[in-house]
Nanobody, 126 residues
Framework: QVRMVESGGGSVQPGGSLRLSCVASPDTYGNNCVGWFRQVPGKEREAVAALYSGGSMTIYADSAKGRFTIAQDNAKRTVYLQMNSLKPEDTGIYYC???????????????????WGQGTQVTVSS
């Protein structure tokens, strides 16, 4: 059963913007944490941002602060990642994930997340 579905990836030039979307199934959304992560082949998965769907708590990795914004639309069970001022080092496959155990104080540790999407490719290149 597919529980998390990402979309919105693509190719952009440095300095450009993209907005990623993650639609969650009903059993993976509601008073829980949803995070965005990214991975480049050959490298470890890296956390980007996370939010608590039951409130306003958000957390960002240092690499995302000031450039990326995570937001939610509870009616659509959707979490967005607005990415501005993109850099070549932002290239990778972006995954969203749901942590059903943590309340409010979301973490940027991929081991705490239970369900993952299939990923969407983001390429930043001139």
């Amino acid at each position: 059963q597919v529980r998390m579905v990402e979309s919105g990836g693509g190719s952009v030039q440095p300095g450009g913007s993209l907005r990623l979307s993650c639609v969650a199934s009903p059993d993976t959304y509601g008073n829980n944490c949803v995070g965005w992560f990214r991975q480049v082949p050959g490298k470890e998965r890296e956390a980007v941002a996370a939010l608590y769907s039951g409130g306003s708590m958000t957390i960002y990795a240092d690499s995302a602060k000031g450039r990326f914004t995570i937001a939610q639309d509870n009616a659509k069970r959707t979490v967005y990642l607005q990415m501005n001022s993109l850099k070549p080092e932002d290239t990778g496959i972006y995954y969203c994930a749901a942590d059903l155990k943590t309340r409010a104080f979301c973490k940027l540790e991929d081991t705490t997340y239970d369900y993952w999407g299939q990923g969407t490719q983001v390429t930043v290149s001139s």
